[in-house]
């Protein structure tokens, strides 16, 4: 069973070398190899998280070279869940994205740019969650850095380009400090290995230790866009195309919370610095829903509701009993979900009406009853209502904060409530906007353009041409007119017929949310399990290094 745990990584990688070879060549035998090595890794995921559960961590060293030399990869309770989450998640985003290219008719770049750059992606997260070394952590955070700037800058266009380099910019920013992090751990202890790190940083001096903690939750606050480390999500994830953007959102900030939840229990228990944690925890979770009630534009209204919600996991994480990481890890799972399958219904609605600017929509209750329910599951799942996914784990995170007692984990109580009730308001407001009010006068969105592949104005693009394409203002255009610069660059029209991938994939998504709900019981039970492995230690240790 070994032997399986390095599959979920080498899968995608030897699939995206084959997707190279073959080119721009054999398209349906291209998608239909990549959703067939996306199911097999989802498989995979299921039978090593079954596995974890039933008999303990699995652990493998690659070259059979043992720690501190070998690259080590660990399957536990925990990397198992977020792998099978993961899994399930890009399969679905990956239809969804197959359906917008052949809805364009494009034939060209999905096969030659996206789809090798996604699986790279994949194996960049599944690397991530299996990796029982710092520097393996590091190849993971990179190999997503240089997938995710290909699908964040996908079409060219100006504002994607610079949002992109943001996003670069901040992550090589993390990425350097990880590498002192790690050199610094080296010089103290001898090995980055996690299972031999947990025992030899016992023995490092109290300060050099806070150090390093602090260090490397810096690193992991930045991929989580923890506040005041979450400036650059906002302007960064709403540009991209829809599937690329909801896998991001979904995806990319829960890496850093799984780093964070991994080192600080198995490297760091009884971390010293809870305090600061709860403190940008209950930050985030406040200044991200404030942001996110002063928006007028779906996808950033999303945006600032991730960062607030990735607070309820940092919570989880700071108070770091059994309780409070067991709702962590169940709100994790819930929110890649949720959040995917909301900007996917984000997607639906641009392409539909060609815009997300809530002022600009209406009646979408009346004219698309389908995606008003898509939209109105997840959103009532991610405010919290009962008895959603979203509620079991909020609900655990306010139970452990209560049992605490402590008058940062009251605090933080507190702050989870109004958090809750706020993104109820949001929703609502979405809602009302887009779904159940009249349609404002003029907004008739079949037709309209999305965006422009020209430069915007003012950045050297030529006004004729764009005038002929679409100006990327959002005024309507006759009804079929293709415009430009869409999923990846190429022409798109809106329809009112949304294609049928698109939408399967949602409403798979969606429903996936809900089985949260119905698996609510052995779920929990799962993740209390989880827990329990992670503040032991020693399964993962002995899986580690034998003893």
Known sequence: MNALVPLPVLLPLCVTGLKLAIGPRLQRFQRFITLAVLGAVLVLSVILMVAADRHGPLSVHLGDFAPPVGITLVADRLAGLMLTVSSAVT????????????????????VGVFHPAYLILVAGVSCTFLSGDLVNLYVGFEIMLVASFVLLTIGGTATRI???????????????????????????AGTVNFAQLAGRLQEVPVGVRTLLEAMLLTVFAIKAAVFPLAAWLPDSYPTAPA??????????????????????????PG????????LAALASMVIGILGAVAQTDLKRVLSFTLI??????????????????????????????????????????????????????????????????????????????????????????????????????????????????????????????????????????????????EDEPGDGGDSGDSAATGSGSGLPE?????????????????????????????GAAVALGLLYTVLGGPLTTFTEAAATELLARTPYIEAVLGR
């Open 478 to 506: 006759p009804a079929g007119a293709v415009v430009s610069a869409g999923f990846l660059g190429q022409s798109i029209t809106t329809t009112k017929r949304l294609p049928w991938p698109m939408v399967v994939a949602t």
């Open 162 to 188: 610079r949002a992109g380099s943001t996003y670069v910019i901040i992550s090589l920013f993390s990425s350097v400090l990880f590498l002192v992090a790690i050199a610094m751990t080296y010089s103290v």
């Open 308 to 453: 607030s919600h990735i607070g309820y996991m940092v919570f989880g994480i700071a108070l770091a009993g059994r309780g409070s990481i067991a709702g962590a890890i169940v709100y994790v799972a819930h929110h890649i979900t949720v959040q995917t399958t909301l900007f996917l219904v984000a997607g639906l609605i641009e392409r539909r009406d060609g815009t997300t600017e809530l002022t600009r929509l209406g009646g979408l209750a009346k004219t698309a009853p389908l995606l008003a329910v898509l939209f109105f599951v997840p959103a009532m799942n991610l405010a919290g209502i009962p008895p959603f996914s979203g509620f079991i784990g909020k609900l655990g995170l306010m139970r452990a904060g209560v049992d605490n007692g402590g008058g940062w984990a009251w605090a933080l109580v507190a702050g989870s409530a109004a958090t809750s009730l706020l993104t109820l308001y949001v929703m609502a407001k979405v809602w009302n906007l887009a779904f159940w009010r009249d349609a404002p006068p003029g907004s008739e969105g079949e037709g309209r353009v999305l965006e422009s592949a």
């Open 271 to 278: 971390h010293r610095l809870g305090d600061l944690l709860m």
């Open 243 to 268: 599937p690329v953007t909801a896998v991001f959102a979904g995806l990319l900030t829960k890496v850093g919370v799984y780093s964070m939840l991994r080192t600080q229990t198995l490297l760091f």
């Open 91 to 110: 399969l679905l985003v990956n239809l969804y994205s197959l359906g917008q290219g052949m809805a364009d008719r494009d034939d060209q770049t999905p």
